[in-house]
């Protein structure tokens, strides 16, 4: 049976692949990006199948009207991807105010607000799957992406307790959680101005090879089977990591992380005074 699924971030990377995959097996496609120029060329080759909308996700009535618009168009919502966002570059000290701001508003407040426009729909359908796109850097962090990662590790809180609140109502939430993939992200992504005293930790980066790996970036289209997977899932799971690269990362953080409270337990303990 088709599904109608709801794309932010739809005219170009992940985003574009994903509706591409899922308008090619015959599923119905609500199409948003701030920019209508690729979902032009969508509308155009897949027709009737695509309903385009221009969306700024930042502003939460446009996001309640994009949805209410898409409902009526197609009569139900089955699937909303949130994969609209943006990336910033730099190190703490660095960071612009308006930078840091953006990418709260656009990766965080985005997110929430086209999860709470689609959620009224899928209450009254008793059903509907939301995704939404976190970040191998919502799981860990590397040096100068502290605001990226502060944007993804605030989705990943929020999507988790959503999931337990929407639980017992036909709702499943999936966090998707890509590690570096060959797509325009970085060329797109703002960079900070930099301060001569991190460039010692910028080499240092750039010298891990984690980062430097020649397999380090994934290719985004092997992504669009996975999605159609999960989609398709009875029982999705609320993570879902995409790449190789990432669970061997994230497992080195966890463990470390959980090697830090334990040797920090007693003070722990006798912080909670009774």
Not at 26 to 33: H, L, Q, R
Not at 199 to 211: G, H, S
Request: net charge negative.
């Amino acid at each position: 049976m088709s599904k109608t699924i709801f794309i932010t971030g739809a005219s170009r990377g992940f985003g574009r692949i994903w509706a591409e995959a899922f308008l090619n097996r015959g599923d119905k496609v609500i199409a948003t990006s701030r920019s209508m120029v690729g979902l032009k060329e969508l509308a155009d080759k897949y027709k009737s199948a695509v309903l385009p909308i221009a969306l700024d996700v930042t502003n939460r009535a446009a996001c309640f009207d994009a949805m209410a618009k898409a409902k009526a168009h197609f009569g139900t919502i089955d699937i909303v991807i949130n994969n609209a966002g943006i990336g910033v570059f730099g190190a703490v000290e660095e960071l612009e105010e308006q930078d840091a701001r953006n990418i709260i508003e656009a990766n965080f407040f985005g997110t929430l607000w086209v999860t709470q426009a689609a959620l009224p729909i899928f209450r009254a359908q008793g059903s509907g799957h939301i995704l939404q796109l976190s970040s191998a850097m919502g799981i860990y962090t590397f040096p100068s992406l502290g605001i990226y990662s502060a944007s993804k590790f605030a989705v990943e809180g929020l999507s988790e307790a959503l999931s337990m609140e929407v639980k017992d109502l036909g709702i499943y939430v999936t966090l998707v959680e890509p590690n570096g993939f060959a797509t325009d992200f970085n060329s797109t992504s703002i960079s900070s101005s930099p301060n001569t005293a991190y460039d010692n930790m910028r080499a240092q980066l750039y010298a891990d090879p984690n980062i430097i790996a020649n397999d380090v970036y994934g290719d985004p289209k092997a992504t669009a089977e996975a999605i159609l997977k999960l989609v398709d899932s009875p029982n999705p799971p609320l993570r879902l990591i995409l790449g190789k690269k990432a669970l061997p990362l994230a497992q080195s953080a966890y463990s470390a992380r959980l090697a830090g409270w334990e040797e920090w337990k007693d003070v722990s303990i006798k912080a909670h005074g009774l």
